[in-house]
């Protein structure tokens, strides 16, 4: 059959489309890329947050349309199906199959039934959807954590670490077909292994990893602050493959706040953690995340929060307003914030963090710098490509450069910065 495929949400939801699309593959299907032509699409849906279930419904309902012409089968899977498994298949009847997350162990057979043909899993056979060059490895699912806001342990349950073997199996074969960045993701990569190995084995791994050939940039997502131990920054020290790029989620600055949200640690002992990044990895970039409008944040604690983002200057910063999620221990805390007042306050803190970020940038005019080469432009002699210090998939900013001679997509080359934006910078690609 040829075989539609609608991915929503995060890479960690990307990884698990990726593996769905080669079990696919291996089935002898087809996956087209227009919906028109598909006998059958599979929409992989989000649910974390109400936009981010809105869209899941809104795309759901868009595929649903084409039946009217040759479509055959509309399979749902992802968060949204393990969230509303019953609600979804009660009430959009054009829906064939709802998937839910914790039937994943049986999907081959389930597809298999729905397509027909043998759709055995292979690790092996994992399709990479985006550049050739980069790719997501997942190391654990589900979380432990708590957090008041969040519905990831009530959609993925608590961490499941996979073992050091099995990872290493799939980064040996994504540096085999041409993956020159690796991105190592999981709810918490600091906690890696804890579950299954019962102490912290991220260290481990980013050594194994780093041996591995092929492999350029190793970069690491979500990495919570009293994780970030001392054999963690040794780890990552050890290997020139691992960018000193630390995504520290920190979610607010105000401590009382912090213990509302069930946040582990004081913002004090994020400072102590930043200092020691700076002293060990002089180049180091910091990301984090903030929530704004948490219920009861009053303003002095927003402006406690503006405050923090001042003193730390983080190299980049993602925003977001709290959305109040069913079944999560805040949904139920008295002193929600006005959603215009939590606008508002969303505006205020990315102006501050767009200033510091453009200063931040300007402080590389001048520099020579690694740029991996993803994109020419047009008809013209430009280029844009990512720096060590800019994650992949539009997370941060890029790298945009002309060059006189004509360059290698998927290639790393040397860039002199000459201009800088709040969030990108310019420059002209140098010889070695």
Not at 84 to 105: F, G, H, K, Q, S
Not at 341 to 369: C, D, H, P
């Amino acid at each position: 059959m040829k075989i539609g495929f609608v991915s929503l949400g995060c890479c960690k939801n990307l990884v698990d489309s990726e593996q769905i699309m080669g079990m696919i593959k291996r089935g002898g299907h087809e996956i087209v890329a227009n919906p028109k032509d598909a006998q059958a699409i599979i929409v992989n849906t989000c649910g974390f947050i109400e936009s981010a279930k809105e869209e899941s419904i809104n795309t759901i309902f868009k595929m649903a349309k084409y039946k009217e012409r040759n479509l055959e089968k509309l399979i749902v899977c992802g968060c949204l199906a393990q969230r509303y498994t019953d609600t979804l298949r009660e009430e959009i009847p054009e829906i064939d199959a709802v998937i839910p997350i914790r039937e994943y162990d049986t999907l081959a057979s389930q597809l298999q039934k729905l397509l027909g043909s043998d759709t055995l899993l292979d690790k092996a056979e994992r399709v990479i959807t985006g550049n050739p060059w980069q790719a997501y490895v997942k190391i654990s699912d589900g979380c432990s954590n708590r957090c008041a806001y969040c519905a990831i342990p009530l959609i993925r349950g608590d961490q499941k670490s996979r073992t050091i073997e099995d990872i290493m199996e799939e980064v040996n074969y994504l540096a085999s077909v041409g993956v020159k960045e690796l991105t190592l993701i999981a709810q918490d990569t600091t906690k890696y292994g804890l579950d299954n190995y019962g102490k912290l084995m991220l260290p481990e791994l980013l050594r194994q990893v780093s041996k591995v050939e092929g492999l350029h940039w190793i970069r690491v997502l979500y990495m919570y602050p009293d994780e970030i131990v001392d054999d963690v920054l040794q780890a990552m020290s050890e290997s020139e493959k691992i960018v000193p790029y630390f995504d520290i989620p920190m979610q607010h600055a105000n401590n009382r706040l912090l213990k509302l949200m069930n946040r582990r640690g004081p913002k004090e002992d994020v400072l102590k953690v930043v200092d020691k990044i700076h002293t060990m990895f002089p180049n180091a970039t910091l990301r984090t995340t903030m929530i704004v409008g948490f219920p009861t944040e009053t303003e002095e604690e927003f402006e406690e929060l503006v405050d923090f983002i001042k003193e730390i200057k983080w190299d980049r910063m993602g925003a977001f307003t709290y959305s109040k999620e069913e079944d999560t221990p805040a949904y139920d805390i008295d002193g929600q914030i006005d959603e215009e007042i939590q606008n508002e306050r969303l505006a205020r803190l990315m102006a501050v963090q767009e200033e510091i970020s453009k200063e931040k940038n300007q402080e590389k005019i001048g520099r020579v710098i690694e740029v991996l080469v993803e994109e020419k432009e047009g008809l013209v002699d430009r280029y844009r490509g990512r720096s060590a210090a800019d994650a992949p998939d539009e997370v941060d900013g890029q790298v945009i450069f002309t060059s006189d001679e004509p360059l290698e997509l998927g290639s790393f080359v040397k860039v002199k910065i000459t201009d800088a934006k709040s969030y990108d910078v310019y420059g002209t690609c140098v010889s070695e």
